[in-house]
């Protein structure tokens, strides 16, 4: 099993910048996949950025170019940069982990099995 606590949430104009992390705890070794979804009131998750287990980086369109996904080499910890913030970004931040590649390919959320409490980002 695997444990995942997000952190770094908060309120910030737009424009901004700001910086999630993750730990993860557990058997940390099996996630071959780590994202960020992000889900406001009334919508769908949404796959925002991947991360594979050999460094490739995955990403959705309304992201690139602003958004950077990384994870420390023991695999503990996983970031999200987000620069240029919009108030289009604004939404609950969860990072997921999945013992499956091919989680990445596609950033659905039904492939990743193991899920943090959340993160509030707001801008404004």
């Known amino acids: 099993h695997v444990q995942l606590v997000e952190s770094g949430g908060g309120s910030v104009q737009v424009g901004g910048s700001l910086t999630l992390s993750c730990t993860a705890s557990g058997y940390v070794h099996s996630t071959l996949c780590m994202g960020w979804f992000r889900q406001s009131p009334g919508k769908a998750p949404e796959g925002v950025a991947g991360s594979y287990i050999e460094g490739k980086t995955s990403y959705a369109e309304s992201v690139k170019g602003r958004f950077t996904i990384s994870r420390s080499k023991d695999n503990k910890i996983l970031y999200l940069q987000m620069n240029s913030l919009k108030p289009e970004d604004t939404a609950m931040y969860y990072c997921?982990?999945?013992?499956?590649?091919?989680?990445?390919?596609?950033?659905?959320?039904?492939?990743?099995?193991?899920w943090g409490q959340g993160t509030q980002v707001t801008v404004s």
């Open positions: 997921a982990a999945s013992t499956t590649q091919w989680a990445c390919d596609g950033l659905g959320d039904a492939a990743f099995g193991y």
